[in-house]
């Protein structure tokens, strides 16, 4: 079992920045590929990010690409998102996710945190 907890969400304006975290406890962190989601009310949930086990390769959804950076520290348990140049339409509730192998932009996930709120306002 891999526990996921989120945190560094909140309120900012169009144009600022953020950086979510994602604490991992449970399991041999470096073993599992990570990402991030996010859903509206009414949406799907939709692929952001994801990173591979050691961080050597990454994977962005065309709307946050050139604006999010995905990283991660296994010696920390921890990854992180870090989100510049944000739009209102980034507002969502993030999750983080980790999976074995290979990073996909689905929800085929194992494990799923709780989320974090982000609201961006115009």
């Known amino acids: 079992q891999v526990r996921l907890v989120e945190s560094g969400g909140g309120l900012v304006q169009a144009g600022g920045s953020l950086r979510l975290s994602c604490a991992a406890s449970g399991r041999t962190f470096s073993d599992y590929t990570m990402a991030w989601f996010r859903q509206t009310p009414g949406k799907e949930r939709e692929f952001v990010s994801g990173i591979s086990w050691n961080g050597g390769s990454t994977s962005y959804a065309d709307s946050v690409k050139g604006r999010f950076t995905m990283s991660r520290d296994n010696a920390k348990n921890t990854m992180y998102l870090q989100m510049n140049s944000l739009k209102p339409e980034d507002t969502a509730l993030y999750y983080c996710?980790?999976?074995?192998?290979?990073?996909?932009?689905?929800?085929?996930?194992?494990?799923w945190g709780q989320g974090t709120q982000v609201t961006v306002s115009s």
């Open positions: 996710a980790a999976r074995r192998f290979g990073i996909v932009m689905t929800d085929y996930y194992d494990y």
